[in-house]
T-cell receptor, first 114, second 118 residues
Framework: GENVEQHPSTLSVQEGDSAVIKCTYS??????FPWYKQELGKGPQLIID?????GEKKDQRIAVTLNKTAKHFSLHITETQPEDSAVYFC?????????????FGTGTQLKVEL | GAVVSQHPSWVICKSGTSVKIECRSL??????MFWYRQFPKQSLMLMAT?????????EQGVEKDKFLINHASLTLSTLTVTSAHPEDSSFYIC??????????????FGPGTRLLVL
């Protein structure tokens, strides 16, 4: 099955700096890579996703890059703000007959300091 | 759009009782819903995949008789924790898959249900 590794486990940045979180996956058949933000006590919120037919996607301060050859993808947050503080999860999707089954990374606790 | 609700948001119950958690996709039809369990400071663990009108597919190690899943309609799936015990205390989260033309399926998560079994 798919295995997703995520680094770092914790990340502390100063407000206004950039933050980068990296993930690697094992199954070359995976073709969908979403990123979720989870605040304490809440469900994960989809913030951006990328499919294997593109190498980069950007949405305002958030961007994701994908390297299919190396099987890794990264989340980039620019101009970080205190409200970006949360746990971020990457995931890789294995398309099955019953739907896209997600395998999650272990999460990154991002702290944006004033 | 793409809103998923869960009810209840938290529940406290006595050991031995059963607890039902509802998951609804409010503004789209979800042919597939997923149930996850999350322990403090850990990642999401997939418990089962639920397809409308068919039996759920459980992940290895998840007891199907313990965690009953029903997906009665395209907008509702329920998870029943039967004969709950303290070790079942956890944060249960559902997600619903929304399919879009040429975009495949995207999973949207509910707000989660915190279960505490005394």
């Amino acid at each position: 099955g798919e295995n997703v590794e995520q680094h770092p486990s914790t990340l502390s940045v100063q407000e206004g700096d950039s933050a980068v979180i990296k993930c690697t996956y094992s199954d070359s058949a995976s073709n969908y890579f979403p990123w979720y933000k989870q605040e304490l006590g809440k469900g994960p919120q989809l913030i951006i996703d990328i499919r294997s037919n593109v190498g980069e996607k950007k949405d305002q301060r958030i961007a994701v890059t994908l390297n299919k050859t190396a099987k890794h993808f990264s989340l980039h947050i620019t101009e970080t703000q205190p409200e970006d503080s949360a746990v971020y999860f990457c995931a890789a999707s294995e398309l099955t007959g019953g739907g896209n089954k997600l395998t999650f990374g272990t999460g990154t606790q991002l702290k944006v300091e004033l | 759009g793409a809103v998923v609700s869960q009810h209840p948001s938290w529940v406290i119950c006595k050991s031995g009782t059963s607890v039902k958690i509802e998951c609804r996709s409010l503004d789209f039809q979800a042919t597939t819903m997923f149930w996850y369990r999350q322990f403090p400071k850990q990642s999401l663990m997939l418990m089962a995949t639920s397809n409308e009108g068919s039996k759920a597919t459980y992940e290895q190690g998840v007891e199907k008789d313990k965690f009953l899943i029903n997906h009665a309609s395209l907008t509702l799936s329920t998870l029943t924790v039967t004969s709950a015990h303290p070790e079942d205390s956890s944060f249960y989260i559902c997600s619903a898959g929304e399919k879009r033309i040429k975009q495949g399926e995207t999973q949207y998560f509910g707000p989660g249900t915190r279960l505490l079994v005394l």
